[in-house]
């Protein structure tokens, strides 16, 4: 495979359910990212995470834990979500911070009943 | 705060039928402004990035341009595979990150 995976591609989970979100990269990037996109408003930064260390958080609820085993993988560990964090969660990398493109995947539709 | 406002909201022209999309940003020291596209149910594509006033870049039917308050994203003729959310982002020196606007929302009707 090339660029950007995520799996799964749909979810869906109840509040009190824990999950794993999983990004994989095969573009040989340094940096990695997850973004949540809400219907009507801009992609949210959430982390960032640059050679397997955590650069950025952004604010995040601790319910959101996110895990870098190495360059290529970046997790998010899900756990007693809300309903309003249903959306669209995706992952990018980049090959370093700064002034680099990030490319994406084509994300995890999340549906918290 | 840093913004990135993009209008029109959703856009629909007949097939042919050119147009621009605009992108106002607000930092002073802008790094770099990168557009994309997003078809729906996808992770956003990337097109371009602009790092300096009086830039452009061209692919396809998509040209973007640069000013010091904005980006145009010029569409000429364009075809029904063109319909998308384009979005556009800034990133300014001392912040590594990308602020995203809210897109455009572009339909080209056959």
């Known amino acids: 495979e090339t660029g950007v995976t995520q799996t799964p591609r749909h979810l869906v989970m109840g509040m009190t359910n824990k999950k794993s979100l999983k990004c994989e990269q095969h573009?040989?990037?340094?940096?990695m990212y997850w973004y949540k996109q809400s219907a009507k408003k801009p992609l949210e930064l959430m982390f960032v995470y640059n050679f397997k260390e955590q650069t950025e958080n952004n604010s995040v609820p601790s319910r959101f834990s996110p895990e870098c085993p190495n360059s290529s993988h970046l997790f998010l560990h899900l756990h007693t979500l809300q309903p309003e964090d249903s959306a669209l969660y995706l992952c990018?990398?980049?090959?370093?911070?700064?002034?680099?493109?990030?490319?994406f995947g084509p994300g995890t539709r999340l549906l918290v009943l | 705060e840093d913004q990135v406002t993009q209008s029109p909201e959703a856009l629909r022209l007949q097939e042919g039928e050119s147009s621009s999309l605009n992108c106002s940003y607000t930092?002073?020291?802008?790094?770099?402004l990168f557009w994309y596209r997003q078809d729906p149910g996808k992770g956003p594509e990337f097109l371009f990035t602009?790092?300096?006033a009086g830039e452009e870049k061209e692919k396809e039917r998509l040209k973007a341009t640069l000013t010091k308050k904005e980006s145009f994203l010029h569409i000429t003729a364009p075809k029904p595979e063109d319909s998308a959310t384009y979005l556009c982002a800034q990133e300014d020196f001392g912040n590594e990150k990308l602020t995203f606007g809210t897109g455009t929302r572009l339909t080209i009707i056959p």
């Open positions: 602009l790092y300096s």
């Open positions: 573009l040989g990037h340094n940096a």
């Open positions: 930092v002073s020291g802008l790094r770099g």
């Open positions: 990018a990398s980049s090959p370093n911070l700064s002034q680099e493109t990030q490319y």
